[in-house]
């Protein structure tokens, strides 16, 4: 408790106390609003073409797939291959049982061999009755019947010389061959199978994937509306086989190798609305497997004249529309409202509510209020500079 002369005196001090206070925060206020306005990096918007891109799901597929099946029926001896690795055109893949069929080849050489003699008979007979014919010591007739003889013969020559090749085309036959070249799977029969040339009994499977296919599907909608926008002359149409196509996996990352679009199917799938796509990708080491689920991303049409701006300039309202800050040549920032479309990498396309040559705010944003004072300065994107591409997934803004 104050004494009641000391009560007097720390009045006064509180007085004075409030009163310093108050000078101090109104010199402070006072420099407050003498503090030069902010610095802020600022885009000058310029019109350029921009890909309209998609991602789209897709599948791979090997571009050739072959059934290795028997052509002869007999016990299998051996699987010469090695499941999973590279095979090529011709190469030995099984071996059946030749015993058979060499037997065959034997007995088709021997029925050569007596049509042959028969033959060499016939001729013989022919020449004689000729002579014969043309001293006239011998009828017409037998000269006909040497000829007709001789006749058969020959044939019987040629049934059996074909007779001949087919027995040999069986025993060629044993051994099962690969079809086509490409990565041959596992072995489906084992040895001391009976495989039959006239059943469906599949052996192996061989897929040529030195390059591959990627089957995607896009909305017939989506593909009618990028067609009348073309007609209309909002959109242009890519060259042909100028289309760029990419990959992208589940991880997000890029394939390396860009592929090109093979053709669009003419029907629309009736169950889900959607048309079939095609594409052909390189694959030489192999990375992209049958059967792999990937994103196509594809450059359908390009947009003349579009306005882009980095993502990082964007703000939202509290209504959640999209905001930039524009300044003027005065210096003096404003908010815009804009509609924002497709992203590219780490840039938007505006839809509207800017054009070419205003001046947008890129960094700085949080310090620049509307309608305040700012100084622009050119803005120096580290991610172009680091050569991160622009066109990146197709993604709408909400």
Request: net charge neutral.
């Amino acid at each position: 408790m104050y004494s009641s002369r000391a009560l007097p005196r720390v009045r006064t001090y509180l007085a004075a106390a409030a009163f310093l206070a108050l000078t101090i925060g109104g010199v402070a206020a006072q420099q407050g609003a003498e503090l030069p306005p902010p610095a802020v990096s600022v885009i000058e918007l310029k019109a350029h073409a921009v890909p309209v891109v998609n991602e789209l799901p897709g599948r791979i597929a090997a571009t050739r797939i072959s059934e290795v099946r028997a052509r002869v029926s007999g016990i299998l001896q051996a699987r010469v291959f090695t499941q999973g690795t590279p095979v090529k055109e011709g190469d030995v893949l099984y071996r059946i049982d030749p015993k058979l069929f060499q037997v065959r080849v034997a007995s088709a050489e021997a029925s050569l061999r007596r049509a042959k003699a028969v033959q060499q008979n016939a001729k013989q007979q022919f020449e004689r009755q000729k002579i014969l014919h043309e001293r006239d010591a011998t009828s017409g007739v037998n000269l006909d019947t040497a000829t007709a003889t001789l006749a058969q013969a020959d044939a019987d020559v040629a049934l059996a010389e074909a007779a001949l090749a087919e027995a040999k085309i069986n025993l060629d036959y044993t051994e099962v061959r690969a079809p086509i070249s490409g990565i041959i799977g596992g072995a489906l029969v084992t040895e001391g199978a009976l495989v039959t040339a006239d059943g469906t009994q599949n052996m192996a499977l061989i897929q040529q994937v030195d390059s591959v296919y990627v089957d995607f599907t896009q909305s017939a909608q989506d593909l009618l509306t990028l067609k009348r926008a073309v007609e209309e002359g909002k959109l242009a149409s890519p060259a042909p086989g100028e289309a760029r196509v990419e990959l992208v996996f589940d991880d997000g990352g890029l394939y390396a190798e860009a592929g090109r679009l093979l053709f669009a199917s003419a029907s629309v799938d009736s169950t889900t609305g959607q048309v079939t796509l095609r594409a052909e990708f390189p694959n030489p080491k192999h990375d992209l497997l049958p059967g792999m689920y990937v994103r196509v991303r594809i450059a359908q049409a390009v947009r003349e004249g579009a306005i882009t701006i980095p993502q990082r300039a964007v703000t939202r309202a509290r209504d959640g529309k999209a905001q930039v800050y524009l300044v003027s040549e005065g210096g003096i920032a404003e908010t815009r409202d804009v509609e924002l479309g497709q992203a590219l990498g780490s840039e938007w396309v505006v839809e509207s509510g800017l054009k070419e040559g205003e001046r947008v705010v890129v960094d700085g944003v949080q310090k620049v209020r509307s309608g305040g004072k700012v100084v622009p300065e050119p803005w120096k994107p580290a991610d172009r500079e680091a050569g991160i591409p622009a066109d990146q997934p197709n993604n709408r803004a909400r």
